[in-house]
């Protein structure tokens, strides 16, 4: 659960050190001029994500936590994200493919071996291991990041997964929420980042939420129904932006046809939606006659328990996921039909809360009352304002260490990369 004994958290964190290396070597262990070649302006070459891994383990687990000397004290300003833009990072001196692959695993050997030396007995948050569940998850994320660019990746097909489970109709389309009074984000989960904390109580007004994510089906209909050519549906900026960007389908439909990771195939109609943007969800909702939910709405809806008035860690209740809870860690590369982890519906009824898509929400990226930066500005606080909207619940590629009910992820609302989907909801 929530405590360790110091010898069981050194070794989850050994455990999950190694997961995180795993995945992100299965999406570089591919050719060479894959990993230097830029896929997209929008994204950098893999090999950067790479070292750049190893670059945050060395600044926070091998500097910071252990006060060693720096590995490549030289290389720090190439692998710093906010110094040079996705676009331009393939003209930095990167580190080849064969040094990145050193200089991750000399520095893993470092952190490993501070992992040892480190007491983690304190209840303060970096005496309990905050620092290396920190870079467990910045790890993931990139593999997140990294699956994007493989998305958009031209060329033969290099990765390969089995179907996901079958889907079930829900019973009824909408879910009633009663609202109230509820916990929103925590104090409690040792490894939640500065944004999502404190807890406080908000007020939710009464509201309806859709069970399911939205559908391709569903999404489909809203195509066909002229929804990109009638700017009723789209806000100003939305509209204009369509226009622009030439919107008129999510990323990779092509003709009734979508391709995944280099596999042209049918659409499966009760998968949830995914590569739509927020001026394209939002659009959706309006043609529905619904809207995007807040993101307290949609926390409400994952973790409130009516019978006891409680907000549960995941909508399953306060286990860590389990395969059967939700389509998490990319085993699949999609996102499963809609009703396929009964086990994941929440107290309230609403399914498919965690993994699968992310969900846009309504809400800006903003500081909860009482946030306090931590450990540094840049993680969240530097992105705080109205550009950002803020996603949920996590993706078919996020890794179950990587997202809580509290987890809060945050993009641009033109992002389409990302593998984002929503659901809707509606005032009482
Ligand atoms: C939380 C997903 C928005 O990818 O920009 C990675 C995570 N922060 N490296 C991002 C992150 C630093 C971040 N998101
Ligand atoms: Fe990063």
């Known amino acids: 659960e929530l405590r360790h004994s110091p010898d069981q958290l050194r070794t989850r964190i050994a455990a999950e050190l190694e997961r995180a290396r795993d995945r992100s070597r299965r999406l570089t262990d591919i050719d060479h001029d894959e990993l230097v070649r830029q896929h997209s302006p929008l994204m950098s070459p893999l090999v950067w994500d790479y070292a750049h891994i190893g670059s945050q383990e060395e600044l ?21 994200a906010f110094r040079t833009k996705r676009a331009d990072r393939p003209s930095l001196p990167l580190l080849s493919p064969a040094e990145a692959r050193r200089y991750v695993r000399e520095v893993r050997d470092k952190a490993l071996d501070v992992l040892d030396r480190t007491p983690l007995t304190g209840r303060r948050l970096v005496e309990a291991g905050f620092a290396f569940g920190m870079i467990v998850q910045h ?20 990765l390969d997964a089995p179907a996901p489970p079958s889907g079930s109709a829900p019973d009824r389309p909408e879910v009633h929420v009663p609202g109230g009074m509820f916990l929103m984000g925590t104090d409690l989960e040792p490894w939640a980042l500065d944004n999502e904390r ?10 309806w939420i859709d069970t399911d994510p939205v559908t391709n089906a569903q999404y489909a209909a809203f195509i066909d129904a002229g929804g990109y050519d009638n700017p009723d549906w789209w806000t100003a900026d939305g509209w204009a932006y369509k226009n622009t960007a030439g919107l008129v389908a999510p990323q990779f439909w092509d003709e009734g046809a979508r391709t995944r990771f280099g596999h042209v195939e049918p659409i499966p109609p009760d998968e949830p939606v995914q590569h739509v943007c927020w001026y394209e969800a939002d659009a959706y909702a309006r043609w529905a006659g619904k809207r995007l939910p807040t993101e307290a709405e949609w926390e409400m809806a994952a973790r409130f328990d009516p019978e006891t008035g409680r907000s549960r860690r995941f909508p399953w209740g306060d286990d860590d996921p389990r395969p059967e809870h939700a389509n998490l860690g990319g085993t699949y590369l999609q996102p499963a039909p809609v009703g396929a982890y009964p086990e994941g519906t929440s107290p309230l009824g609403v399914r498919g809360l965690m993994g699968d898509v992310w969900e ?8 909860y009352p009482g946030f306090a930066m931590f450990p540094y500005p840049e993680y969240s606080e530097v992105f705080f304002g109205p550009e950002y909207k803020v996603l949920r619940g996590g993706s078919w590629a996020a890794d179950p260490t990587a997202v ?14 990302i593998f984002a989907g929503f659901r809707c909801a509606r005032d009482v």
């Not at 990139?142 to 097909?157: D, I, K, S, W």
């Open 198 to 207: 404190p807890a406080h109580a908000v007020g939710v007004e009464p509201y």
């Open 139 to 158: 790890e993931q994320q990139h593999v997140e990041t990294m699956f994007a660019t493989h998305q958009l990746r031209v060329g033969a097909p290099v």
């Open 60 to 80: 926070w687990l091998v500097r910071d936590v252990g006060g060693r000397e720096p590995v490549r004290p030289d290389i720090d300003d190439i692998y710093d």
């Open 360 to 367: 846009w929400t309504s809400s800006d990226f903003t500081p």
């Open 404 to 417: 809580r009910a509290t987890f809060r992820n945050w993009d641009y609302p033109i992002r389409r990369q």
